[in-house]
């Protein structure tokens, strides 16, 4: 375990963020489940049917795999969107860390 010290705030470009203001939604596993659930019935309810399912880093990975799972396809990869400078600080403009690493052409 790393221990943040005051000292550290001065050598490091993004000390921790506050955290008593940052306001996000925490999902457990159940409910990302769920959500998964019923967008695959919303997907297959409208007769669109994707040939891959692309993830979005660090929240998308579980539901992203759960939405394979349902579909009975495994063509899953993922991108990596930062929008942050480190977990609360949010920047002005959201930037592709990490594009795709498969082409996708002609896919749905």
Avoid: W
Wanted: a positive charge; proline letters at 5%.
């Amino acid at each position: 375990m790393r221990i943040y010290s005051m000292s550290m705030a001065a050598t490091n470009k993004y000390p921790p963020a506050d955290r008593t203001s940052f306001k996000c939604d925490l999902m457990g596993f159940r409910e990302a489940h769920s959500l998964a659930k019923t967008l695959v019935k919303k997907i297959k309810d409208s007769g669109y049917l994707p040939d891959i399912i692309i993830a979005i880093g660090r929240g998308g990975y579980v539901p992203a795999r759960f939405v394979c799972d349902f579909l009975l396809f495994d063509d899953l990869t993922t991108i990596k969107i930062e929008h942050y400078k480190r977990a609360a600080d949010i920047q002005e403009t959201a930037k592709l860390k990490f594009p795709l690493s498969v082409d996708i052409h002609g896919k749905k």
